[in-house]
């Protein structure tokens, strides 16, 4: 029953809490979560109310672009759809819209009819390719070659937009040649914090350095400084060289400095020529030049990119290059340009009701890190990849421990887990590794789902919740400028109940407990402050005093307290379906609306961006980033695991959201009926595969079976899979992620 399960729960939450901590305790939430907001505050809410631990979902799964947040220092550059008929020449890289943004693939359609060049570059030839104008398949992981390739080509056309490089980039910046540092206020003397953070020009008037305004708007933690005038990327006066070499003097001697423009510039006619770029992907230099010419001469590009280019190692060194197409040719803030991935809301309103009569004490994870520590990464990695890679990885992550960069999440034991709006042992990678080494080993799972997916099969208990349209709550996408109400379409089935009502029960039943045991508050950290949490009031502070009694009151204290959503009762939401957001009248969200506004803070009103350099940061002088060669964008060859040949890649499925509605039967009906890989006709033949043969797909880390699908699509030497396949509908209940070796994988640089 309800009333066995939520006081069983309770008491194992108590004593974990008691004995280990709260951090023994995580609340972890996926996509299904996120996207309803109501839900997803609640979570934020309990989670900051227990001090529990929330491994964050975004980024684990492989969607942050990270090299867009090095860059812009902002991690989720995007327009909403609208943005696309602005676009005179539109890149679909690494996405497939016409299967995974089924709503919205009209745009591209239409867009082409009224003369827009949509071109897809992706391996396979998949949906998009199939309607596009032109379609171009690199072979998979050498897209930062084609990237570079493009950029070599833009670069010695000249077809540069000179002034939006000067005003809002780094490549004018001036880099000791000696070093390969940033020219720096500390080289000529100056002392104080500033002094690291403060770079330089060559102004073309006055023949000598000249301090780049707007440099470091961030501080060191802890250190009082005095308030700081606004600065903005306005030159008033100053004309920035972009190449060249200089002999500037300071205390030690003369230096000779050049510009992070002319770094860039050699490094691509030495290396991504489209000849030499033709050699890495297979795309020929004809066609590598024209797609370059076509993007920088539209005068508004945008690459849209989805988040599968995140999943790759170095797809942070991918999303650099596009960022420097976009910034060479000043898409970067123009409708209808730039980088395109979505946008996330504000969340004023969410902070408000988390943090309301207690403060912000929410510890967030993030979850590869977490992963490393509690599944052992460096023994995965020395057992796919060798000692070396595992030794690599390992120093650097020990050392970023040491350094205060990264948290010991080894430290405490992980004994419980709640699972929440996500399948996390259908899609962890290394997946079967993961269940078995660390699922395994958790004392107690609580599984809230309205499916029994395989990680409710590894669960101690099950709580059925509702499904998403079967609740009460709101959604907002930010490809889109409406909010969209949930509104119960239908009853939820059996016993099942929304994730407020859950956590609201859960609340209850602590609170209970603890009093009954009188249990003393207990003593915890944030961020090395001693904080407490009194279990006793943990219902109270998690309804606010009783006043909130279900997910719609928790949807309306968000709609009363956002900023930029219209005032509007659930009600009536409710009636109109949805509404649309202030400010975005536009395609691209202004600065009232409840989306980020950023990048067009600093393209248009010229606000620095949250960088080191105030600008868009090309170039990173750190030493691990020297000492890696990524100073620079530069392309790096996709890790493979030695004797095994074939490479396989996966995408967003047509039918279904993730996990969800994967084994639906009439969904099934329009598929292959079951998992299914697809397989080139050459690779099938060397192994004397036939189309609908089961194969079994494996490396040295594990293997599942699937039906073969023997298509031309597919590059030889390349598999395919659609995502989302849960292991129980897999022979063996081993699915996909049973062979996918990259969880220990984290990068120095990112």
């Known amino acids: 029953s309800w009333d066995q399960a939520v006081s069983e729960i309770a008491d194992k939450f108590i004593d974990y809490a008691v004995q280990s901590g709260p951090d023994s305790i995580t609340f972890a939430m996926g996509t299904q979560m996120i996207l309803k907001r109501a839900s997803f505050t609640s979570l934020f809410r309990f989670a900051n109310v227990t001090g529990i631990v929330v491994p964050e979902t975004f980024a684990g799964v492989g969607d942050l672009p990270v090299g867009a947040y090095m860059t812009l220092g902002y991690e989720l550059p995007g327009d909403n759809m609208a943005a696309i008929y602005k676009s005179k020449c539109c890149l679909i890289w690494a996405s497939n819209p016409a299967a995974t943004r089924i709503p919205d693939a009209h745009f591209f359609w239409e867009a082409k009819y009224n003369g827009t060049e949509i071109v897809t570059i992706a391996p396979d030839f998949n949906a998009t390719a199939i309607h596009s104008s032109k379609w171009l398949n690199p072979k998979p992981g050498t897209d930062a070659a084609l990237a570079l390739g493009m950029v070599q080509t833009i670069v010695a056309d000249g077809l540069v937009d000179w002034d939006y490089v000067r005003e809002q980039t780094d490549l004018p910046f001036l880099v000791r040649t000696d070093n390969q540092k940033f020219l720096r206020a500390s080289d000529f003397g100056e002392t104080g914090y500033r002094a690291d953070s403060t770079f330089y020009f060559w102004d073309e008037t006055t023949k000598k350095p000249v301090k780049a305004p707007g440099t470091n708007y961030g501080q060191a933690p802890g250190m009082p400084v005095a308030p700081r005038e606004p600065e903005f990327l306005t030159l008033a006066g100053i004309k920035p060289a972009v190449e060249g070499r200089w002999k500037v003097k300071t205390p030690?001697?003369?230096?000779?400095?050049?510009?992070?423009?002319?770094?860039?510039?050699?490094?691509?006619?030495?290396?991504?020529?489209?000849?030499?770029?033709?050699?890495?992907?297979?795309?020929?230099?004809?066609?590598?030049?024209?797609?370059?010419?076509?993007?920088?001469?539209?005068?508004?590009?945008?690459?849209?990119?989805?988040?599968?280019?995140?999943?790759?190692?170095?797809?942070?060194?991918?999303?650099?290059?596009?960022?420097?197409?976009?910034?060479?040719?000043?898409?970067?803030?123009?409708?209808?340009?730039?980088?395109?991935?979505?946008?996330?809301?504000?969340?004023?309103?969410?902070?408000?009701?988390a943090f309301e009569g207690i403060g912000p004490r929410l510890k967030v994870a993030a979850i590869s890190i977490w992963d490393y520590a509690k599944g052992d990464g460096k023994g995965l990695n020395r057992a796919v990849y060798g000692e070396e890679m595992a030794d690599k990885v390992d120093s650097h992550y020990q050392q970023s421990i040491k350094n205060g960069w990264l948290p010991d999440y080894s430290k405490t034991p992980w004994r419980m887990a709640?699972?929440?709006?996500?399948?996390?042992?259908?899609?962890?990678?290394?997946?079967?590794?993961?269940?078995?080494?660390?699922?395994?080993?958790?004392?107690?799972?609580?599984?809230?789902?309205?499916?029994?997916?395989?990680?409710?099969?590894?669960?101690?208990?099950?709580?059925?919740?509702?499904?998403?349209?079967?609740?009460?709550?709101?959604?907002?996408?930010?490809?889109?400028?409406?909010?969209?109400?949930?509104?119960?379409?239908?009853?939820?089935?059996?016993?099942?109940?929304?994730?407020?009502?859950?956590?609201?029960?859960?609340?209850?039943?602590?609170?209970?407990?603890?009093?009954?045991?009188?249990?003393?508050?207990?003593?915890?950290?944030?961020?090395?402050?001693?904080?407490?949490?009194?279990?006793?009031?943990?219902?109270?502070?998690?309804?606010?005093?009783?006043?909130?009694?279900?997910?719609?009151?928790?949807?309306?204290?968000?709609?009363?307290?956002?900023?930029?959503?219209?005032?509007?009762?659930?009600?009536?939401?409710?009636?109109?379906?949805?509404?649309?957001?202030?400010?975005s009248a536009d395609v691209q969200f202004g600065p009232k609306s409840p989306y980020n506004f950023r990048i067009l803070a600093s393209t248009r009103d010229k606000v620095p961006y949250e960088t080191l350099t105030g600008r868009q940061q090309f170039y990173f002088d750190q030493d691990w980033f020297l000492k890696e060669g990524e100073a620079l964008p530069v392309y790096v060859d996709p890790l493979a695991v030695k004797g095994y040949p074939l490479r396989l890649t996966m995408g967003h499925a047509r039918h279904g959201i993730h996990s969800m509605w994967r084994d639906d039967s009439f969904l099934l009906s329009l598929q292959r009926g079951e998992p299914d890989v697809y397989v080139n006709p050459d690779d099938a033949a060397k192994r004397g595969v036939k189309d609908g043969d089961l194969i079994r797909t494996f490396n040295t880390l594990g293997s599942f079976i699937a039906m073969a699908h023997v298509t031309s699509a597919t590059q030889p030497g390349s598999m395919f899979m659609f995502h989302g396949w849960d292991p129980m509908m897999f022979r063996g209940r081993q699915n996909f992620s049973g062979s996918i070796p990259t969880a220990g994988l984290l990068k120095p640089t990112s």
Not at 272 to 284: F, M, S, W
Not at 290 to 297: E, G, I, L, P, Y
Not at 312 to 340: P, S, V, Y
Request: with cysteine; hydrophobic share 40%; glycine share 8%.
């Open 252 to 353: 030690k001697g003369p230096v000779e400095v050049t510009t992070v423009f002319e770094l860039t510039k050699a490094l691509c006619n030495r290396e991504y020529t489209p000849e030499q770029v033709q050699k890495i992907t297979g795309v020929h230099a004809d066609n590598t030049r024209a797609v370059a010419r076509t993007f920088a001469k539209s005068k508004a590009s945008m690459i849209y990119a989805g988040y599968r280019s995140c999943k790759w190692l170095h797809g942070d060194k991918l999303h650099r290059a596009w960022l420097l197409m976009c910034a060479l040719t000043g898409n970067t803030g123009r409708e209808g340009g730039g980088m395109q991935t979505t946008q996330m809301s504000k969340g004023d309103g969410l902070a408000k009701f």
């Open 418 to 583: 709640f699972m929440a709006g996500h399948n996390t042992a259908n899609w962890r990678a290394a997946g079967t590794r993961f269940r078995e080494t660390v699922l395994a080993k958790l004392e107690t799972i609580v599984t809230m789902t309205p499916d029994m997916s395989v990680t409710a099969m590894y669960s101690d208990y099950v709580l059925p919740v509702s499904h998403h349209y079967e609740r009460q709550d709101f959604v907002m996408e930010g490809r889109t400028p409406y909010v969209q109400v949930l509104d119960e379409a239908v009853p939820p089935l059996g016993e099942s109940v929304d994730d407020w009502t859950i956590m609201d029960r859960l609340a209850k039943a602590i609170s209970a407990k603890a009093t009954a045991r009188q249990l003393a508050p207990i003593k915890d950290t944030f961020y090395g402050r001693p904080i407490e949490h009194d279990y006793a009031k943990v219902h109270d502070l998690y309804t606010l005093n009783g006043s909130m009694k279900s997910t719609r009151d928790v949807a309306q204290f968000l709609l009363d307290n956002s900023a930029g959503i219209p005032k509007i009762s659930f009600e009536e939401l409710a009636k109109k379906g949805f509404v649309r957001v202030d400010d």
